[in-house]
């Protein structure tokens, strides 16, 4: 596993744990920057840090794209999982000039069949595929 897809690993840990819990991704993410002795830490990759500020930053303009282009889904509908790995391929796609869109789409892919349910990597396809053909088209 590339050192991207571990950072993108644990940018879903931090993303979904927050999303289930109700509480805040800066939060989490500055407590685990903090967190570099004991048992359980582990080294924070910078792509991590820079994933979850993305999909921080840009939140609502993400969530505003999941809803309009996941059709038949509302967003309190899709499991959190699929929510969080949409939010970091979205990112990824609008906003990160070092990832190719098709690689961004094809991680997603791989979190979605290693995380989530087969009709999961349908739709989040679907979705991260519109969103790719159009990117150029939309206001960010």
């Known amino acids: 596993m590339s050192a991207r897809s571990k950072a993108r690993k644990q940018s879903l840990d ?3 744990e927050t999303d289930i819990r109700g509480t805040s991704p800066a939060d989490l993410l ?6 570099v002795d004991g048992q359980d830490a582990r080294p ?6 820079e994933l979850v500020e ?9 969530d505003e794209l999941i809803s309009t282009y996941a059709q038949g889904w509302d967003m309190d509908r899709l499991p959190a999982v699929d929510r969080s790995i949409l939010r970091i391929a979205i990112f990824e796609i609008l906003w990160s000039e070092l990832v190719p869109d098709a690689v961004a789409i094809d991680e997603a892919l791989t979190m979605a069949k290693e995380l989530s349910t087969e009709d999961s990597t349908h ?3 679907g979705v991260l595929g519109r969103i790719a053909s159009i ?5 960010l």
């Open 30 to 35: 500055a407590r685990k920057l903090e967190e």
């Open 135 to 139: 990117k150029a088209d939309l206001a």
């Open 54 to 62: 993305g999909v921080i930053d840009h939140r609502r303009k993400i």
């Open 123 to 125: 739709y989040i396809h």
């Open 44 to 49: 924070m990759r910078e792509y991590t840090r």
């Open 14 to 16: 931090i993303l979904f």
